[in-house]
């Protein structure tokens, strides 16, 4: 019975997007791609470095939720630090260092297994671009030009929820090169 139901739900939902009307397009375009282009990244790209930049460890434990702040690190700190087509991505303490998963961590480094998704947890926070409180629809590596391990400058907000979850509502961000 479940399995009818199941069947009948896919062929409905083929049926749906086949459709008629004019034929479909042979070129494939990804909605990241596509969003990327319509929004501007240069609002959100800062000049200048702000000044007073504090390390995501010190961030986690001293800012409030709501308070301004200004964060420094390296995009990275997860296996995929990118949240795909959106404008939020890892952000990794200045002060440690990544390795691979099963090298012993020494003082300042943090390996990519199991072992240290809480020490991780701790150096890390997910960052998302904002404009008017909502995260702009565009992947962060078109948005702004960066990559994995770039070096970058947040100004934002600490957003803090009962749970203790840190992440930083960004409305600029400098590139190090």
């Not at 083929?14 to 240069?42: H, Q, Y």
């Not at 460890?57 to 296996?79: H, K, M």
């Not at 990559?147 to 979850?165: M, T, Y």
């Amino acid at each position: 019975m479940k399995s009818s139901l199941y069947v009948a739900a896919l062929a409905s939902a083929l049926s749906l997007s086949v459709g008629c009307g004019s034929p479909a397009s042979t070129t494939p375009v990804s909605s990241a791609a596509t969003t990327s282009a319509v929004v501007n990244g240069e609002k959100y790209l800062l000049a200048e470095e702000p000044d007073d930049a504090v390390g995501v460890i010190e961030a986690r434990e001293t800012a409030s939720n709501g308070d301004p702040l200004v964060v420094v690190g390296r995009i990275g700190g997860s296996d995929k630090p990118w949240v795909e087509g959106r404008a939020a991505f890892m952000l990794l303490d200045a002060s440690m260092a990544v390795v691979a998963e099963g090298t012993e961590s020494a003082e300042g480094e943090v390996c990519m297994g199991d072992c240290c998704a809480n020490e991780r947890a701790e150096c890390t926070t997910l960052v998302k671009v904002v404009d008017n409180g909502a995260l702009v629809p565009a992947d962060s590596r078109q948005l702004l030009g960066v990559k994995e391990n770039d070096f970058v400058v947040i100004r934002g907000k600490a957003s803090k929820d009962e749970s203790g979850n840190f992440t930083v509502l960004a409305d600029g961000v400098f590139i190090r090169r």
